[in-house]
């Protein structure tokens, strides 16, 4: 099953910096998201873009979709320290809805230093 | 909210033993999920269900069962653990219609 490998796989950056977290995945989406493990805990999710989309904002969130490149990115602007976690890029590729299944990339660790 | 639930957030099992972990939600959500996590190789997709008594392989099968008698139960099943399903395993259910999937907290499970 495709995958999508999130990159960096570490990132550590002082409060009130932008954090940048990359996917790139294999084959033809209909959407992708984007979440959030603290550490220990279930993942929570943050948003979704869909393939006809290019950009999304939620909050300090900034998703960006290329699918030419298959590619995204997720943006944290103006970083907490509360924002500390791991984050994972999640595909679908199923035919419509009702596909059931995301896979998952390995996620970046996020580390904002206060 | 959503709510998924867990039953044990630790879990300490002994080789051979028959473990349940056990998934609730309380969004009459149809598809739920197993996963397991381990360092270095994100989430796999152990079983699923989209629907009750329905059930789908996913990535990695082998060791494990499920049973879906209620919609809003969804359990996972080692008939005979072994040390390499020491894991963090993670529950998740979703809408028919929607992707976005929520997650219940997790239970780490060690098997000695």
């Known amino acids: 099953s495709q995958q999508g490998e999130e990159d960096p796989q570490a990132l550590s950056i002082q409060e009130g910096e932008n954090a940048t977290m990359n996917c790139s995945y294999k084959t033809s989406i209909n959407n992708l998201q984007w979440y959030r493990q603290n550490s220990g805990r279930g993942l929570v999710h943050l948003i979704l873009?869909?393939?006809?989309?290019r950009e999304k904002h939620s909050g300090r969130l900034r998703v960006t979709l290329d699918t030419s490149k298959k590619s995204s990115s997720l943006l944290i602007t103006a970083s907490r320290a509360a924002d500390t976690a791991s984050y994972f890029c999640a595909t679908d590729a199923g035919s419509g809805a009702g596909s059931y299944q995301l896979t998952f990339g390995k996620g970046t660790k996020l580390s904002v230093i206060p | 909210d959503v709510k998924v639930t867990q039953s044990s957030r630790y879990l300490v099992k002994r080789t051979g033993e028959k473990v349940f972990l056990e998934c609730v939600q309380d969004?009459?959500?149809?598809?739920m999920f197993w996963y397991r996590q381990d360092p270095g190789l994100g989430l796999r997709l152990i079983y699923f269900?989209?629907?009750?008594?329905?059930?789908e392989k996913g990535d990695i099968p082998e060791g494990y069962s499920v049973s879906r008698e209620k919609k809003e139960r969804f359990s996972l099943i080692l008939e005979s653990a072994s040390t390499n399903q020491t894991s963090m395993y993670l529950c998740?259910?979703?809408?028919?219609?929607?992707?976005?999937?929520?997650f219940g907290p997790g239970t780490r499970l060690t098997v000695l």
């Open positions: 873009i869909r393939s006809n989309e």
């Open positions: 269900s989209y629907d009750v008594k329905m059930k």
């Open positions: 969004m009459d959500h149809e598809n």
């Open positions: 998740a259910s979703s809408h028919y219609y929607t992707d976005t999937q929520y």
